[in-house]
């Protein structure tokens, strides 16, 4: 399944994808200059899975025809959960994150959802509070000393 928006192509990944998009997440974390132990925390988190990619809404990014990210979206219920949001390095200042979120949303409001949380990395805070995002909840990361903000976006 295929979407266009003016500038960006959102393509639903499938199961062969998992190799890229699990290269893509490991890729994008280490921009924001995590240690090689730090990312090792994060192995499970960051790996996609044939299954996950089967189980969620997980779509690849494209701009004319080139891959620049993926997003993936959990049902949970009252909820829709933006559970990965990564972009390729040299990919910032071209808007691709504020022109996905807001193909995201409106996905969201789409699969009649009115709610969308966010576990942020918080070196994306600045970003999830640029998109309108209201703090709920923080928790704890796996980094001591480090909390993760839960968003939450009204549809």
Known sequence: ?????SSLQFEQAIQNDSKLLTETAFKS????????EQMSLWTNELTITASYIE???VFKI????NYVGFFSLVLKGEFIELDHFWFL????????GRKSFEFIKRM??????NTLRVY?????????SKMGGKIIQSKES???GRLLNVYEFKI
């Open 120 to 128: 942020s990395e918080p070196n994306a805070d600045g970003f999830y």
């Open 142 to 144: 796996k980094i001591k």
């Open 108 to 113: 969201a409001k789409n699969n009649n959802y």
């Open 55 to 57: 189980e969620n809404k």
């Open 62 to 65: 494209f701009d004319n025809q």
């Open 1 to 5: 399944m295929k979407y266009n928006t």
């Open 29 to 36: 974390k280490k921009i924001w200059n995590y240690t090689d």
């Open 89 to 96: 390095s040299g990919n910032t200042g071209k808007e691709y």
